[in-house]
């Protein structure tokens, strides 16, 4: 569906007297962006609002002077790009932005990749004409990652707009400085938008938003990697090197499903050890986003590897008499496909906890709509959609993408969301004023897509047992409501049904009579809502939306009644107009379950690849065989995006590969890329060869990585769905399996620049009452955590990790994401 | 009259015994052998002052020691015999070039005799004479001596299968041959006038003083000879048989270590050989009577050997067609006049 | 003979003077009275007292031209480029490398490598710097590319070594401690040429 979506209106607009093709409604700094014109500017970011701070994007369009990345373009509409005031006043910006910038060019991380030298050069500042005072400006680290040195800070505030538009963290905010008062005679000698911007520039500089002088934010690194200074670094990074002595290596984001867009740049670790280390990740931060995994787990690969032929004979014996494989998510497309060859000749079952119940909701989900996979991704609704539904999914934790897609349409397409969780969380709220949070009971997810399908759907198309079921809910409260509320409930029935017209009101009115009845929603009651209120508030946020989605998270996957949930997904999606994104949990879920059979359980003797077994592959380095770790080898992944991207190997690796095995086993090709060919084309796969994968995004942001999994789409009858229990839920000490947010595995773990630790999560008054340790005891066991207070979290359900695969808790939860447990203080 | 003189002196000797003989060769290969190394050393420094530089410094003071380390060099150097090469001759070579050159300074006198002191056991009272052997018909065999030393360069040019062998060989060939001429037809206008074939009777014809000295009877036949010399020691101006930028090392190409070090030393032990003759013909030889007459004869020697090593640093190269030409039709003819001129003058 | 008089390729349009060598002897005779001409007039003995006197001056004159090389050595060029030398700031003994890299950026021959980090006072520091003279071209970028005039060329031009890649650290390069007082201001390649004043452009301060 989405690749339908994208056929958009082009206008022409003339820049500099030649005729481009643009978007309608785009910013005419994107239009030229896209057309390969360069416009400068400065504190512009393509997916984010427009702060207009640093003015330099002046153009000139149909004879007025406008700001390029605040103004849209209209159809024949003439920009010039160079006027000679124009010039004048960029020049007089620039100038501005030289004064007092410290001429530590020669130290600073950021020479050679710097904006300011680069625009300082582009425009030719060889002189200067203004002065003031300098104030001094102490260095602060914000946070364990993130160094701030205000001295060089030129208050672009691209930090705090990213911070806010994307990741919807907005931790950090532009301040007062008390810098030296302008003299008053610029006002009249210089150009007024470089008096205006100087103005501001000495005034301000960049804090943490919470006043203190740290951040508490996820720790993404997205402000260093938008700074077009040497401003925000990080502080593994402060000094160490040069950006022009690192070489770029492309790949693929190992730990989250995100597969976000990530550059390794290496470089020889010393003047005495000349193998190529990690020394930083960057992005092309205009097109994605990364979250503090993808920026800061890079060192996990596995050093100690060598070509021991003891280890490998005996992973072969391993193999010959292994009963299951146990592996996890963390896995190339390429190696998955070798353990599912590898079953269908040596006939051993493939077991994996992180990928089943995902593969099995995928397979249900298939059945029921007919879709062999979900209809949208993370970016276009970013592009498109103004109304986001989240269900099932810990936004904060589990997908860094939809976290930001989530955020960036309340911010920048003027949405609203509804976010269903069980785990109360703080940051939600924060993201838009039209966000409705429904911190629900455990088990209760199914009502919420019943209410998703009583708002937004069709009526006429559901089925009549589960319309009477969703009108079931709609009956005694409904007295209590006064008149006025139910005249504001009739108006927004009749927008639903005429799409979205609001002028229809009156021509519905008579509609009117048979609704009064089914006024008042229980539904929004059971869900932890208030219905007396929600009506109201769901009109506010029903206000000029055309464009809906909905964002599914793990719980489902791991829910008691996936089926059902699975159908009740694929009759959202027959009978509303909304597209639906499903996360794949960690890594690449999807690959593994599109191209794996997955058995239910493992039993035997059981080879464990980066898991616990009898028989352990590692690429961690503590196993009986070494493997290569994801940055050490090349192969595909498959994102939330549905897409098949190519990553690279960065450091160097000495040890034998899956493929080595392999090939004694059962015969394999040369290299692991090989089988990039061979991955089943009848789950959406291409044949095509590793090498032959594009990796780049156009100038427009259009994502060209790899290539789109092909989508089966087969028309099916709508689906059977039962009712909900409403009363199985759980009840006493919940605990939830959630990683905090940048820990997804072992991997992750490893990395330095990665402080989370494995604790048990919990909010702060919970975590007051646990105390420093507990015991979480489950049925089939136990483990003592210590207790960390989340201050972002709400509730008593406490959040326990699983990214140290040896600590099994994959198997203390079994199937389900949530149990009851007993929590012991220890 | 001049025959009587030196059978005088012959007579006036001490009986030559046969161990006086062997000890006068040994002296002579000994001390000529070193001569020659040391000549190495002389010629090197000499070039060096003459270009500014200072030669070879760094062995012993001076670099005195450098013959030694020259020495022991060629001693241990790796002794290749080529593969094509006639493996006898090519071994034989330097070492008729050596002997011929030796045997030569048999007939030559090169120290004043004296008689080894009466303590010394076994040999006391030995007397060793000045001439290892002093044949009637010295000059005549010292020239035959050098004439057959060509057999050494040809031998070795032409056994090493190396074109650049076989070219310095034909060199050898006609330079030696021709310049044979020259020094037979030169030397024999003194020869006329003294008489005898004998180093010794030449040395008592000039025994009366520097206007003795037979280099004011015989300037030309000087002059020829000293010329001829030159070209039969082969030295510049007339090295051509290993001529560096026309033919590498001509006929030595092939040969590395001591058999190359015998070339050179055959070569020095030539040069000394000339020097000998040209003072003792020439310049008046050595003053028998005088306690300082072996130091006379050293000086002229050693005059003309600096001469040789003078005149390389001066003179460049002639052509092989130019050396042809000056030696059959300059040289050759100029030597007959002289020897007509002689001739007439005596019989006048 | 100037420049440009040098750099004339024109033939003809100098003041070239033909030798004038004769003609070259026709018939024997001829040759024969070239021969006795040149012989008799003495030419050969010209050759032979120019080595003569050359030897004696050598000798006695002091005129001897050679150097002895590893006990004499020749004053060099201070604009020579031998071995690089690492300076130190005169007043407080620092080291003037800031650990920019630009040096090692420039680097031709990629044969410099520093390590820097993030120290105690907030500064970069170069906690390692070396040069691969087994590479190195002395081509003399990096005195001229480097911003403080820390990296200079020294005299040192003796890089024999008995490993293949001879390797020099930082220490090796900077000037030691005690020999502050003795380190020269270098004028060589990439030093502030004399009228670079005149190429500055003013910036107006506020104190």
Known sequence: MSEVQTVDTMITIKIDGIEYKAKEGEYILNAARANDIFIPAICYLTR??????CRICLVEADGKQ?????AKVKEGMEVTIDTPTILEERRAIMEVYDVNHPLQCGVCDKSGECELQNYTLELGIDSQSYMIPDTKRETTNWSSVLHYDPGLCIVCERCTTVCKDMIGDSAITTVKRGGAELDKGYKESMPKDAYAMWNKLQKSVIAPSNGTGETNCSDCGECIAVCPVGALASRDFVYTSNAWDLKRIPAVAA????GAQIYYEVKPTSITDRTEKIYRITNEWNYVSLDGSARFAYDFQNTTATKDKAAFDAAIEAFKKAETVRFNAMITNEEAMMLQTLKEKMGFKLYNPEVKAFQTFLNHYKAASGNSLWTTDTDAIMKKSDFVISIGAALRNDSPAMKYAFNNVQKMNKGAGLYFHPVGDTLIPTFGKTVEVFTHKVGHEELALYLVLDLFADKEKLPSNVKEYIESFKKSETKTITEKVEKTIKEMVLNEETGEEEEVSKKVKEEVEKEITVSTNGLVDLLGGDSATFEDTFAKMMKKKENFSMMLGEDLYYHEKAENIAKLVALVEATCDIDVVMTPPKSNALGVALICELDDAQSGYTIGYNEN?????????????DMPAMNQQEGTLCNIGKRVLPTNAAVEYEGYELNDLMKVLV???????????????????????????PNSFDNDGTDNRGYRLEISNVETELPEISKCDEDAVLEGDIAYRCNPARQFNDFTDKSHEIFEAFALYASTEKAASLGEKVEVVFDNGSITLDVIADEKMTGDIVKVPDFKAAQGVYDLFGTSRYKTVTLRKV | METTLAQHIVTDLPQVTWIGVLIKAILILAIISALAGFGTFIERKVLAFMQRRLGPMHVGPYGLLQIAADGIKLFTKEDIIPQNANKLIFMIAPVITAATAFIALAAVPVFPDFTIPSWIPLLGDTFVPSIASDLNIGILFVLGMMAAGLYGPLLAGMSQANKWGIIGAARTAIQFLSYEVVTGLSILAPIMLVGSLSFVDFNAYQAEGIGSWMIWQQPVAFVLFLIAGFAETNRTPFDLLEHEAEVVSGYATEYSGMRWGMFFIGEYANMITISVIAAIVFLGGYDAASSIGWLTIMLKIAFFFFLMLWVRAAWPHVRPDQLMWLCWKVLMPLAVVNILITALVMMA | MSLEQFKNRNIGTQNYVALDVGKPPKSGLCQFKQVVKRTFKGELFVGLWVTMKAMLKALFGG??????????????SPRYRAIHDMLRLLESGNYRCIGCGLCEKICISNCISMDTRYDENQRKEVSEYTINFGRC?????????CPELAIVHGPRYENASEQRAGYSLFEDMLTPIDKLNLQQEYDGFGAVSPNADENIKKTPLAY
């Open chain 1, 613 to 625: 077994g009898d028989f352990r592959l590692s690429a961690l380095g503590d196993g009986d065989l």
């Open chain 1, 667 to 693: 015969g394999a090709p040369e290299l692991t890329i090989d089988w990039t060919q061979t991955l089943p084309t009848n789950r959406g796969f291409k044949s095509i060869a590793f090498d032959d994968l």
């Open chain 3, 63 to 76: 005129d001897m031209h050679t150097i002895q090389y590893p006990f004499e050595k020749l004053p060099i």
């Open chain 3, 137 to 145: 071209i002395f081509c003399g970028y990096c005195a001229e590319v």
């Open chain 1, 255 to 258: 730990h989250s499903s995100d």
């Open chain 1, 66 to 70: 406008v700001y390029a990345c605040n």
């Open chain 1, 48 to 53: 984010c609002s427009p702060t207009l701070a």
